[in-house]
């Protein structure tokens, strides 16, 4: 009750005075809390901007993204060694037809030792032309990259022949990855 009687004989300006501070005290507990969230949000803010700006700059006209899809080999997923010898030799076939080289029956040659990359085993297709001209070879070669299955070129070997020098023999060895 003694602390009633206090405020009570207060005069005005002592009240205005605590009025003010409560207030002030209040600002300052604001202030504290609003800008330690004002700092989140301007690095959140940042963050956001910067991300915006990537996606712009994926986002992009759609030729310029063919081109670029263009470029990039295409690839699928490993299957069964069974099903995955099969799709590759069939494509490569293809490929080989495509490009008007005749060549032996491809042979799958199996690696001496049992080497993994990423989980996957590697297979191997071994291919041979004894009669191509050089522009069919740059043909092949270029078209690789639309095999889905193709993992790399492992040999290639171009030999001339001396009787007839536009015509080269070709041994290709590709490889592609099986579960």
Same mark, same amino acid.
């Given at each position: 009750?003694?602390?009633?009687?206090?405020?009570?004989?207060? =005069? &005005?300006?002592?009240?205005?005075?605590?009025?003010?501070?409560?207030?002030?005290? !209040?600002?300052?507990?604001? $202030?504290? $809390?609003?800008?330690?969230?004002?700092?989140?949000?301007?690095? /959140? *803010?940042?963050?956001? #901007?910067?991300?915006?700006?990537?996606?712009? #700059?994926?986002?992009?006209?759609?030729? %310029?993204?063919?081109?670029?899809?263009?470029?990039?080999?295409?690839?699928?997923?490993?299957?069964?060694?069974?099903?995955?010898?099969?799709?590759?030799?069939?494509?490569?076939?293809?490929?080989?037809?495509?490009?008007?080289?005749?060549?032996?029956?491809?042979?799958? /040659?199996?690696?001496?030792? &049992? #080497? *993994?990359?990423?989980?996957?085993?590697? /297979?191997?297709?071994?291919? *041979?032309?004894?009669?191509?001209?050089?522009?069919?070879?740059?043909?092949?070669?270029? =078209?690789? %990259?639309?095999?889905?299955?193709?993992?790399?070129?492992?040999? !290639?070997?171009?030999?001339?022949?001396? %009787?007839?020098?536009?015509?080269?023999? !070709?041994?290709?060895?590709?490889?592609? $990855? /099986?579960?």
């Amino acid at each position: 009750m003694l602390s009633i009687l206090r405020v009570k004989n207060l =005069s &005005s300006q002592d009240i205005r005075a605590l009025k003010f501070g409560l207030i002030a005290a !209040l600002a300052i507990v604001l $202030f504290a $809390f609003f800008a330690t969230w004002f700092e989140h949000w301007k690095v /959140v *803010r940042e963050s956001l #901007s910067a991300k915006r700006s990537l996606l712009n #700059s994926v986002n992009m006209a759609e030729t %310029k993204r063919r081109g670029l899809e263009s470029i990039v080999p295409a690839f699928e997923m490993p299957e069964s060694q069974s099903e995955q010898e099969f799709l590759f030799r069939d494509k490569f076939s293809e490929q080989l037809k495509n490009a008007g080289v005749r060549s032996e029956p491809l042979q799958i /040659v199996s690696s001496s030792r &049992s #080497s *993994r990359s990423a989980g996957y085993r590697v /297979v191997y297709l071994k291919s *041979r032309c004894l009669r191509c001209k050089f522009g069919q070879i740059v043909g092949l070669l270029a =078209s690789l %990259k639309e095999n889905p299955y193709l993992a790399g070129v492992e040999e !290639l070997r171009i030999k001339a022949d001396s %009787k007839q020098p536009a015509e080269f023999e !070709l041994n290709l060895t590709v490889s592609t $990855f /099986v579960k």
